[in-house]
């Protein structure tokens, strides 16, 4: 074999790039000297771009295909080099391979809570997290802005700035989204939008786009929810007073049967002073006791009311109050009203016991009187 022959084989003639690991997002394709034989077979699969780097500078970018490495294949390239027609020397360039497939299920969240103003419950602090997606737009771009010399180049290196880029964004969207923090999880999906558009500007920069972002969850400091567990299974109990009754009755018939709790003699005690004391009201000869008179009913609980106003709560008012505010033209069939039990916010002509407020007024003149 002629020596010429021996080292024009030793050139590589197949430039290909096939990934297992899942996370890289540029490989360089090594080989000694960066010598590429002229007509050699380039493949790039769907999913990867190859970029061509000549003496520090961008020459060329293929897109998924297979390419036969010659002058017409290679227009900057051969421009660089500036080649004679059917010039067959080996050339030297570094080969990128970058993906451009979808990288999914990457992790985003807020390290400090979000300082925004409810309109029911005041200043309140939230936490959010979710996942997002990322995939190179531009893989010219994003090798110079991004990538530079590295050989072997992960999302990892990359996710970290994009995850500031959308904490710092959604701070804003949900600071700037005026949306009641009860009616928050009913707008993830807008919220999720909202932040993608906000940050495409900025990760166009580095040739990167951002085809998808979701809020998973958006929570509440832990005192918080606590408390709002507690307002809930107010309003899921009712009658309060009914309620420390059974849950009363309920311990000491527990207790009662727990063996040498020393409840069951208690009981057992207080049972014996009650035959006791209905033995002694009872007449001399044994008779019925007299009925001790009824004791009146607790008088009823009247209900304060909440008045929702431009975006402000006011209250809370009595039902008194509420009828002169008819009167004055303050409050109307359509204004929001809430009271401790009621299931959100409704309208007080929606509202049983405000609905008489309005039929009591007269209706308007007749025509011409």
């Not at 992960?154 to 701070?171: F, G, H, K, L, P």
């Not at 049972?271 to 007449?283: E, L």
């Not at 033209?329 to 049983?352: F, I, L, M, S």
């Amino acid at each position: 074999m002629p020596i010429m022959d021996f080292i024009k084989g030793q050139f590589i003639d197949v430039i290909e790039w096939t990934d297992d690991t899942r996370d890289t997002l540029v490989h360089r394709f090594e080989r000694y000297g960066h010598e590429i034989k002229y007509g050699a077979k380039l493949t790039v699969r769907e999913g990867q771009a190859a970029v061509f780097v000549h003496e520090g500078q961008l020459a060329d970018v293929f897109l998924p295909g297979l390419y036969m490495l010659e002058t017409n294949n290679m227009p900057i390239m051969t421009n660089l080099q500036h080649w004679d027609h059917g010039f067959k020397s080996p050339f030297k360039s570094e080969i990128y391979f970058v993906a451009t497939r979808r990288f999914t299920d990457l992790k985003w969240g807020t390290k400090n809570p979000i300082t925004l103003r409810d309109p029911e419950f005041g200043p309140v602090r939230l936490r959010a997290f979710g996942t997002y997606s990322i995939k190179v737009a531009d893989p010219g771009l994003f090798l110079q802005e991004i990538v530079g010399t590295d050989g072997q180049f992960t999302q990892d290196e990359i996710s970290y700035q994009i995850r500031n880029i959308i904490v710092q964004s959604a701070s804003r969207a949900l600071a700037g989204s005026k949306i009641p923090v009860l009616d928050m999880a009913a707008a993830t999906d807008q919220l999720g939008k909202i932040v993608a558009e906000q940050i495409s500007e900025t990760t166009k920069e580095y040739g990167l786009s951002v085809p998808e972002l979701y809020f998973e969850n958006i929570s509440l400091p832990p005192a918080v929810e606590e408390a709002l567990d507690k307002r809930t299974s107010m309003g899921v109990l009712g009658d309060l007073s009914k309620y420390q009754q059974y849950a009363t009755a309920e311990a000491m018939q527990t207790a009662a049967g727990t063996t040498n709790s020393g409840m069951g003699a208690g009981i057992g005690m207080g049972m014996g002073f009650g035959m006791a004391n209905q033995m002694a009201q009872q007449g001399p000869w044994g008779g019925q006791p007299q009925a001790a008179p009824a004791a009146p009913p607790p008088p009823p609980v009247e209900h304060v009311w909440h008045v929702a106003e431009g975006g402000q709560t006011k209250g809370p008012f009595s039902k008194a109050r509420l009828g002169r505010m008819v009167t004055e033209g303050e409050v109307t069939r359509e204004t929001y009203v809430w009271t401790q039990g009621q299931d959100g916010w409704q309208k007080a002509e929606d509202v049983d016991e405000l609905a008489q407020l309005f039929t009591v007024m007269p209706p308007p003149p007749p025509p011409g009187a």
